[in-house]
T-cell receptor, first 113, second 108 residues
Framework: AAGVIQSPRHLIKEKRETATLKCYPIPRHDTVYWYQQGPGQDPQFLISFYEKMQSDKGSIPDRFSAQQFSDYHSELNMSSLELGDSALYFC????????????FGSGTRLTVV | QQPVQSPQAVILREGEDAVINCSSSKALYSVHWYRQKHGEAPVFLMILLKGGEQKGHDKISASFNEKKQQSSLYLTASQLSYSGTYFCGTDTGNQFYFGTGTSLTVIP
């Protein structure tokens, strides 16, 4: 079965650089979520999209932005990167908003040096 | 608003049972349970909708007490593969939050 695809798997950036993370949800899933998970931390909700419109916003810094495109893939854009942005970034998708659980992608490990 | 899980960590021998609790201060529409292995994505285990349901598959089951805004995950006859961090996720209808997590280690 198709899963949630994230790219890249690993990313190393320097401080103040920009990064773009991509997420391809499971086909026919209408909702995409982004989470940030620091070492030893629980996943922190960043932002979600339902049918290509932003549906919910969590603890996403102003330096970050995200969008969902017509093909339902989503991108998380991160600018002016800081050392504290180093984390695992997960994308998840679900159908019928949160009723059937989320399927997570394998994540992108971002390291800011 | 983040649900609180207890215990924070538990170590079991193979074959032993465990209960993980999740408590929310908000009225809940549903509760999810996920298991995450180190460095991997959380994996969905089950969802319980309001109505006080109880679910289970194999040796892992869960209950949801809507009135108390609590859920419990029951692991029976634990296996080595059960090791990981367990997160509950609570859906208030408007917001979804992962719980504080419970690290579970099963040893031979």
């Amino acid at each position: 079965a198709a899963g949630v695809i994230q790219s890249p798997r690993h990313l190393i950036k320097e401080k103040r650089e920009t990064a773009t993370l991509k997420c391809y949800p499971i086909p026919r899933h209408d909702t995409v979520y982004w989470y940030q998970q620091g070492p030893g931390q629980d996943p922190q909700f960043l932002i979600s999209f339902y049918e290509k419109m932003q549906s919910d916003k969590g603890s996403i810094p102003d330096r970050f932005s995200a969008q969902q495109f017509s093909d339902y893939h989503s991108e998380l854009n991160m600018s002016s990167l800081e050392l504290g942005d180093s984390a695992l970034y997960f994308c998840a998708s679900s159908s019928t908003v949160r009723r059937h659980g989320y399927t997570f992608g394998s994540g992108t490990r971002l390291t800011v040096v | 608003q983040q649900p609180v899980q207890s215990p924070q960590a538990v170590i079991l021998r193979e074959g032993e049972d465990a209960v993980i609790n999740c408590s929310s201060s908000k009225a809940l529409y549903s509760v999810h349970w996920y298991r995450q292995k180190h460095g991997e994505a959380p994996v969905f285990l089950m969802i319980l909708l309001k109505g006080g349901e109880q679910k289970g598959h194999d040796k892992i089951s869960a209950s949801f007490n809507e009135k108390k805004q609590q859920s419990s995950l029951y692991l029976t006859a634990s296996q080595l593969s059960y090791s990981g961090t367990y997160f509950c996720g609570t859906d208030t209808g408007n917001q979804f939050y992962f719980g504080t997590g419970t690290s579970l280690t099963v040893i031979p």
